[in-house]
């Protein structure tokens, strides 16, 4: 669990390490919002893409020689990401992280799973997701613990390279381990990983669609805004390079507590959908306070941060209860998958309606348009939240409004 929560930590860091140095990139390197925004676009193209046949290879050639692969296409990626030096080879390391950060991760959920199925692994999957978000929040605080770094857009990718070397260095443990742990035949089989299975999507249920499109709705409007929330913070707030990493830090820190927090709660009242009734309302405001509410950007974002939770407490566990456990690989890989196309097309959008409006500190208002843009995306998961609540609570509803232990 420990190797694997390493790997996860690099993994996190890598993907955010880019956020800090977008105003380097765009004074230095002639980067626009529109082509930083594209930074995160391929990172998510790459990962629709390879949800097509990662669960296969994962279940074809073992966790193993998975975690070793693709936590080595990571590492690589992040040194071709630092050495980059223009928007095409910059673009195509990100989208190299994409193409091995998702397996990774469905790999090292099935490594978890084979360790520790039919025991903790609820408990393992919380702890392995709690380290996993230390790196977002490492790499929120990275310009103040490693301020010798950031004096250009080049230095502080060399250290999240390093850093993400994690990637690798934990698929080499993690494989001498469990091949010691093959010769002893200590380890259960792990469950089916995700694949995807195209004839079978027509049998989901309603509710289903309804997690998915809250999901979706939810990704995109937290990760584009996290790559975003640097240079805004800065630009728009007038806050230094440090006080935006810490405020952006505050939406990781919270995630990471809140998500066992609100996990044990909804285990005890088993509220699943009214639960995410209430995570749509505390996001559809905080775009809007961020840019025209006199009050400190702490609040908006610790609201943000408690409903972003609500994702990984509530709605990847719901779908277990109303989805055959014979076809969860293909739901939970559906899931992924659209969630990730919602993100790429955010982060462009986003990066879009900045340049559009001339988004910078001598026009902070042309924020105002992007923000409005997330606002809609709270509004949309307020409508599918209500669709999925209503739902559960007809004749046709699958248990999520009611408790499970």
Same mark, same amino acid.
């Given at each position: 669990m420990i190797i694997a929560s390493f790997a996860m930590f690099g993994n996190y860091y890598l993907y955010d390490s880019v956020a800090y140095v977008a105003l380097e990139?765009?004074?230095? #390197?002639? @980067?626009?919002?529109e082509q930083y925004g594209l930074l995160y676009s391929m990172y998510s193209i790459a990962a629709i893409g390879v949800l097509f046949f990662s669960g296969m290879f994962i279940d074809k050639f073992g966790t193993r020689l998975s975690i070793l692969l693709f936590g080595a296409i990571c590492t690589i990626s992040g040194f071709y990401t630092?050495? $980059?030096?223009?928007?095409?080879?910059?673009? /195509? $390391?990100? @989208? =190299? #992280?994409?193409f091995g950060a998702e397996p990774l991760i469905v790999a090292l959920t099935v490594a978890v799973a084979k360790w520790f199925k039919g025991k903790e692994l609820g408990f393992a999957l919380g702890i392995n997701l709690f380290i996993a978000r230390l790196g977002t929040y490492a790499v929120d605080l990275s310009n103040v613990w490693a301020e010798p770094f950031y004096t250009?857009?080049?230095?502080?990718?060399?250290?999240?390279? =390093?850093?993400?070397?994690?990637?690798?260095?934990?698929?080499?443990?993690?494989? /001498?381990? *469990?091949?010691?742990?093959d010769k002893k035949n200590v380890l259960q089989k792990a469950g089916e990983t995700d694949k995807l299975e195209l004839r079978s999507l027509v049998k989901f249920t309603p509710s289903f669609w309804y997690i998915v499109l809250l999901c979706m709705t939810f990704y995109s409007a937290v990760f584009p805004f996290r790559g975003f929330a640097p240079k805004f913070y800065v630009e728009a707030h007038g806050l230094s390079d440090q006080l935006a990493g810490q405020l952006n830090s505050i939406l990781a820190l919270t995630a990471m507590f809140a998500t066992p927090l609100i996990g044990l709660l909804i285990d005890k009242t088993g509220r699943r959908a009214s639960m995410m009734f209430i995570g749509a309302i505390?996001?559809?405001?905080? !775009?809007?306070?961020?840019?025209? =509410?006199? %009050?400190?950007l702490f609040v908006p974002v610790t609201m943000l941060g408690i409903a972003f939770s609500l994702i990984p407490a509530v709605m990847w566990p719901s779908v277990a209860y109303i989805v055959d456990e014979r076809r969860l690989g293909t739901a939970y890989a559906l899931m992924t998958l659209i969630q990730q196309a919602g993100v790429a097309f955010f982060a462009w959008l %986003?990066?879009?309606?900045?340049?559009? *409006?001339?988004?910078?500190?001598?026009?902070?208002?042309? !924020?105002? #348009?992007?923000?409005?843009? @997330? $606002?809609?995306?709270?509004?949309l998961g307020f409508i599918f939240a209500y669709r999925l609540y209503k739902h559960e609570k007809g004749p046709r509803a699958h248990g999520l409004e009611k408790p499970t232990i």
């Amino acid at each position: 669990m420990i190797i694997a929560s390493f790997a996860m930590f690099g993994n996190y860091y890598l993907y955010d390490s880019v956020a800090y140095v977008a105003l380097e990139l765009k004074s230095s #390197l002639g @980067f626009t919002d529109e082509q930083y925004g594209l930074l995160y676009s391929m990172y998510s193209i790459a990962a629709i893409g390879v949800l097509f046949f990662s669960g296969m290879f994962i279940d074809k050639f073992g966790t193993r020689l998975s975690i070793l692969l693709f936590g080595a296409i990571c590492t690589i990626s992040g040194f071709y990401t630092a050495y $980059s030096n223009s928007i095409l080879s910059m673009l /195509i $390391s990100r @989208f =190299v #992280l994409g193409f091995g950060a998702e397996p990774l991760i469905v790999a090292l959920t099935v490594a978890v799973a084979k360790w520790f199925k039919g025991k903790e692994l609820g408990f393992a999957l919380g702890i392995n997701l709690f380290i996993a978000r230390l790196g977002t929040y490492a790499v929120d605080l990275s310009n103040v613990w490693a301020e010798p770094f950031y004096t250009g857009w080049q230095k502080p990718l060399i250290l999240a390279a =390093v850093i993400g070397s994690l990637c690798m260095l934990a698929g080499i443990a993690y494989y /001498i381990l *469990e091949w010691n742990a093959d010769k002893k035949n200590v380890l259960q089989k792990a469950g089916e990983t995700d694949k995807l299975e195209l004839r079978s999507l027509v049998k989901f249920t309603p509710s289903f669609w309804y997690i998915v499109l809250l999901c979706m709705t939810f990704y995109s409007a937290v990760f584009p805004f996290r790559g975003f929330a640097p240079k805004f913070y800065v630009e728009a707030h007038g806050l230094s390079d440090q006080l935006a990493g810490q405020l952006n830090s505050i939406l990781a820190l919270t995630a990471m507590f809140a998500t066992p927090l609100i996990g044990l709660l909804i285990d005890k009242t088993g509220r699943r959908a009214s639960m995410m009734f209430i995570g749509a309302i505390l996001i559809m405001p905080v !775009y809007l306070m961020m840019i025209y =509410v006199d %009050i400190s950007l702490f609040v908006p974002v610790t609201m943000l941060g408690i409903a972003f939770s609500l994702i990984p407490a509530v709605m990847w566990p719901s779908v277990a209860y109303i989805v055959d456990e014979r076809r969860l690989g293909t739901a939970y890989a559906l899931m992924t998958l659209i969630q990730q196309a919602g993100v790429a097309f955010f982060a462009w959008l %986003i990066g879009w309606a900045n340049e559009h *409006e001339n988004a910078s500190a001598a026009n902070p208002g042309g !924020y105002n #348009l992007g923000m409005w843009l @997330f $606002s809609i995306l709270g509004i949309l998961g307020f409508i599918f939240a209500y669709r999925l609540y209503k739902h559960e609570k007809g004749p046709r509803a699958h248990g999520l409004e009611k408790p499970t232990i």
